[in-house]
Structure formats: C-alpha cells, structure tokens
C-alpha cells in the first residue's frame, strides 16, 4: 500500500457548535440545523471530483487536494465552504496540511488527514482554518510566495497562518452573518468563556480586514466598569 502513497493538500474542518444546535432542534422538534447543514454543504456541489475528493461525517468535512500547484484554488474552494456555513449561521474551524495520502474505496491511510486534524484541535481554537507553516515555507523555498500573497488568501498573527475570506465584495455580508449569528449564540455564551472568545476573535478579525466599513458599529460589548454595563 505504501508504494501507492503520493502528497497531497488534506483540511479537516470541524463545525463549531454542533451539539448545541442538535440540542436546540431537539427541543424546537425541528430540522432546521439538518436543513441548514445541507443547504452549507451544497457549496461542495460542484467542485471538481477529478481533482478533489471530500468526505462530510456527521460535524466534521475532510477534503483534499492531490495537485500540488493547486493550492490558492484548494484554499478558494476552503473560502467558499466557510462562507456557505457562515451564510447559513454556522462557524467552522479547522487545519490544512500537506503530505503523504492514500485513499481506496475502503481505506484511507493519511498523514495529511492526521496532521491536518492535530493542526485544527491543537492550534486552531477560533472559528479559523489554520493553515501548516510548512506550506508557507514549501512555497517560499520554491520562489512562489508571490502567488499566495497575491490570492488575498493567507493572514497571519502570532506565527500561525490561516485562511482569509474577507474581500472587498463580500466584507457587509460577513459582518452581518457573524453578528447574527452573536445574537443567536448570546444567551449561550453568558459566563461561558471558551465560547464567547470565539465570536471575540471573529468580530476582531472582521474589523481589522483593510475591507471593513469604518462607519460600522461593532456588536460585541467592550469592557465596562461595573455600575455602565449594558
């Protein structure tokens, strides 16, 4: 098996929330996270199975990429998922990784998937897709960092890259699906800290985008002192 073993580009991406929204759906005796799933996941509809294989298991969406120059393409395909979750009130975080893979009908033998997956549960921690600093540097080696940075695909902040879906067409539409899904998420997140984090980190990430609406308010609360709080 390992004869047949080539590289290949592997996220693994996590929808964040889940257990609560099936919990919300059990007590609402509706569907709408199962409708919502599935109307995010139709962003994978038409991408080419020649070229990219995927797997979407209960919270979790393993795709990859075996084309090596197909990089800013794979993460346009990663930007346009994120973007279909958020769209339907859903954060997802994740890893991306590059390394050797296996993939039959019945089997799957990859260093990819399991980097990828240490990349998204060890470093991840927001609502971002973290992409392997060996990436970055593969390209630099290769003398072709200058297409990354031209896709407006990969930020960076304290050492770690991660996927950028920001852009100056779809800055408004991001803010208002992140804040609706604040509000949603509100009573959940009062005096939970882990969680609350999250939606800090994104509104961050929101306004310090070069695309950001100036004349936007921000939706989270910032620290008061105690007597002003809202």
């Not at 962003?43 to 919270?59: G, H, K, P, R």
């Not at 896709?151 to 992140?178: E, T």
Request: with cysteine; aromatic share 12%; proline share 2%.
């Amino acid at each position: 098996m390992t004869s047949n073993l080539t590289y290949a580009y592997a996220a693994v991406v996590d929808v964040l929330g889940y257990c609560q929204r099936l919990k919300e759906d059990r007590e609402n005796g509706s569907l709408a996270f199962k409708n919502e799933l599935q109307r995010a996941l139709l962003a994978l509809a038409d991408i080419n199975e020649a070229v990219y294989s995927y797997q979407a298991i209960s919270d979790t969406i393993i795709l990859t990429c075996s084309n090596r120059e197909g990089l800013v393409d794979f993460l346009q395909v990663l930007k346009e998922i994120k973007l279909a979750f958020l769209r339907e009130g859903m954060f997802i975080r994740g890893g991306i990784a590059y390394s050797q893979h296996f993939k039959s009908n019945y089997v799957t033998y990859s260093h990819a998937v399991a980097r990828a997956h240490e990349i998204g549960s060890k470093i991840a921690h927001y609502p971002r897709i973290v992409i392997d600093h060996n990436i970055v540097h593969m390209f630099e080696a290769s003398g072709d960092l200058s297409e990354l940075v031209k896709s407006d695909l990969v930020c960076v902040l304290n050492g770690a890259y991660f996927l950028n879906i920001l852009d100056q067409n779809n800055w408004k539409d991001v803010y208002n699906w992140s804040r609706s899904l604040y509000e949603h998420d509100r009573n959940v997140l009062l005096r939970n800290e882990v969680e609350f984090a999250k939606h800090v980190w994104f509104e961050n990430y929101v306004f310090t985008s070069a695309h950001a609406d100036p004349t936007t308010d921000r939706y989270i609360p910032t620290i008061q002192p105690l007597g002003e709080q809202n």
